[in-house]
């Protein structure tokens, strides 16, 4: 018999006790023994009652889950890096292992968690901390084991994609397809997390962690958001160029050198980036053997998330019936590695610029050759309409250019008392 106890009965940790019960047959069979949830905790006891979960097994302390020396498998669904952190620690001291969805928790404590994995040989599985349902973990770490990992392109973010399509598709401003977002469920009411990038960059820092030697932080991560995007832009770009707007989490391997970042970006129709639309979510990885290979599906929801943590409990449950849980580690970490992030200003991309002008001779020789003496060669450059107020937008289309170079330029054109 295997018992499990599960902590925190919100979105995900409901839709978990709904799965196991109801194909709990089906499980157990997959597992290859018994298994039984022994305790659920939550503090609000209105969610045991909708899910009618009897007395004897829930309770409002989750050290009565910890501390049962029956357990052999947590469940941690509070949401709360800093509370499972502390769950965490106390199970793996009793020899317990651990499934979570808290993509804080991984991303911020990382090299700490696989520590005390070593330390006192148990496991911890984490699919639904990315993707959501989307098996892009287990894709990364067992099925393209054979693989070195060059490179990971994608939209972990479905809240932000789905602010995004409803601004390209409807011609929505970004605080009503945000307010859009929050009425249909996919974004919270302080939505600031996901727009300013925070969400995405914490799901990058899990998947680069699995693929890169040395551990990354997440302050190693540029991150920039979507909340100064305009409409007006991504209609230009779209309308101009074939280009669709997404907020892309990027990690590219150079060497021992490694670019992560997180930030909006323009993609060409032919990317494959591109028809990921809504809420789902898509992520390409790029194998030295395997090549590119595309993750895609709901980014978000109770059912999907839910079926990733109750995958990683089949998968465990399996280990512990066989009695191997722990003595392999799941992830392999080499902080010896001397490996670094290349940092933004390092890079060279191509740039979308657009400039808001005074309608006056000179203007446009004035931007130009400030780029100029950047070294940014213009790609195509050319006026779009007329603004309100009677400023005209400059559109810049660039080659290639290093970051540090256009971040100077920017700043002297923004100083330029003719353009605004």
């Known amino acids: 018999m295997i018992n499990i106890g599960i902590i925190g009965l919100g979105t995900v940790g409901g839709g978990v006790y709904e799965i196991i019960n109801k194909r709990l047959s089906e499980i157990e069979l997959r597992v290859g023994s018994p298994l039984r949830i022994k305790k659920v905790c939550d503090l609000r006891e209105e969610f045991a009652e909708e899910l009618n979960i009897p007395k004897g097994i829930f309770t409002t302390d989750y050290n009565e889950v910890v501390d049962d020396s029956d357990i052999s498998l947590v469940v941690m669904l509070t949401g709360n890096a800093d509370l499972d952190f502390t769950i965490l620690k106390k199970c793996f001291e009793q020899g317990k292992h651990i499934v979570t969805a808290n993509k804080a928790l991984m991303a911020k404590k990382w090299s700490e968690i696989f520590e005390l994995c070593r330390r006192y040989k148990t496991l911890i599985y984490f699919e639904a901390s990315v993707g959501s349902g989307i098996p892009v973990i287990q894709g990364i770490n067992e099925g393209l084991a054979a693989n070195r990992i060059d490179q990971i392109k994608g939209i972990l973010n479905g809240t932000t994609n789905y602010i995004l399509s409803k601004m390209e598709e409807e011609g929505t401003s970004l605080e009503d397809a945000t307010a859009d977002a929050v009425k249909a469920g996919f974004a919270e009411v302080d939505s600031s997390a996901d727009l300013k990038g925070w969400d995405a960059a914490h799901k990058l820092c899990i998947l680069t962690n699995m693929v890169f030697p040395h551990p990354v932080k997440l302050e190693d991560i540029y991150c920039e958001g979507i909340e100064n995007i305009e409409l007006s832009d991504m209609d230009f770009a779209l309308e101009m160029f074939g280009f669709s707007l997404k907020l892309l989490a990027v990690f590219k391997r150079k060497g021992d050198e490694a670019e992560v970042r997180v930030h909006p970006a323009f993609v060409p129709e032919e990317d494959m980036l591109a028809g990921v639309f809504d809420e789902n979510n898509g992520i390409l990885v790029s194998g030295d053997s395997v090549k590119d290979v595309m993750f895609y599906g709901k980014g978000a929801g109770r059912f999907p998330a839910a ?114």
């Open 307 to 420: 079926s990733a943590v109750v995958s990683d409990i089949i998968y465990l449950a399996q280990k512990i019936s066989y009695s191997i849980a722990g003595k392999i580690p799941y992830i392999h970490t080499d902080t010896s590695s001397n490996t670094r992030v290349i940092d933004m200003e390092e890079l060279s991309f191509q740039y979308y610029l657009r400039f808001m002008t005074e309608d006056k001779p000179g203007v446009l020789s004035k931007i130009t050759g400030i780029l100029g003496a950047e070294n940014i060669s213009i790609l195509s450059c050319f006026q779009k309409g007329r603004a309100e107020g009677g400023n005209i937008p400059i559109i810049t289309l660039t080659h290639m250019a290093s970051v540090r170079a256009v971040r100077r330029a920017l700043k002297k054109i923004d100083a330029l008392d003719t353009t605004g």
